[in-house]
């Protein structure tokens, strides 16, 4: 979670469970497949409305499917990645989402594939420059 | 509706457990954040 905090970002989780779940699923422990410890607030979205909103609802099962949303201090969504049911995500590739646009917030560069903090972003007013160096 | 980027994203104030106690947590508490905000479907499950 420090990874988060030292960039800004907090993290939420919702599912369609209700808060009472919740609440047993955080006092379970983990070799119990619960998530006793976890720092972050779990919502409790029990009426469906929220996950019908971000478009993550799937009206068969009734459940989110696993819809990650990355929302600036403004509250507009800067990227979205949506999982179906059996796949999880990955930390890493948030983290580099997130460096990847406070990078461009903070000095108006593009960060083009692969990019990832540390590498050479794209100067708009300068492109020609970057790929003389860097296109294979 | 959906969600599009570029465009504010749903407002929303949800019950919630947050560090083991019930509260209510809306969108608007995270201005001035960046939010990574994630949809699971299941407890108990992984995520």
């Not at chain 2, 407002?11 to 699971?40: C, I, M």
Request: charged share 25%; glycine share 8%.
């Amino acid at each position: 979670m420090s990874e988060f905090e030292q960039r800004n970002a907090a993290v939420a989780a919702v599912s369609t469970d209700s808060k009472f779940s919740h609440k047993a699923w955080l006092a379970t422990p983990r070799k119990k497949g619960g998530i006793e410890g976890c720092k972050y607030p779990l919502l409790a979205d029990f009426t469906k409305k929220v996950s019908a909103d971000y478009g993550v609802l799937q009206e068969a099962s009734g459940v989110a499917v696993r819809g990650l949303f990355l929302i600036n201090p403004d509250g507009v969504t800067e990227a979205i990645l949506v999982n179906n049911l059996p796949i999880g995500r990955n930390v890493d590739e948030v983290l580099r989402l997130l460096d990847a646009f406070q990078e461009h917030q903070k000095n108006g560069v593009v960060c083009p594939i692969g990019w990832a903090k540390g590498k050479e972003a794209i100067n708009p007013a300068q492109a020609a420059a970057w790929f003389e160096k860097h296109a294979k | 509706m959906s969600v599009r980027v570029g465009e504010k994203a749903p407002e929303f104030t949800l019950d919630a457990v947050v560090k083991g106690d019930f509260k209510s947590v809306s969108l608007k508490d995270y201005r001035g954040k960046w939010l990574v905000l994630f949809f699971y479907p299941l407890d108990f499950t992984f995520v």
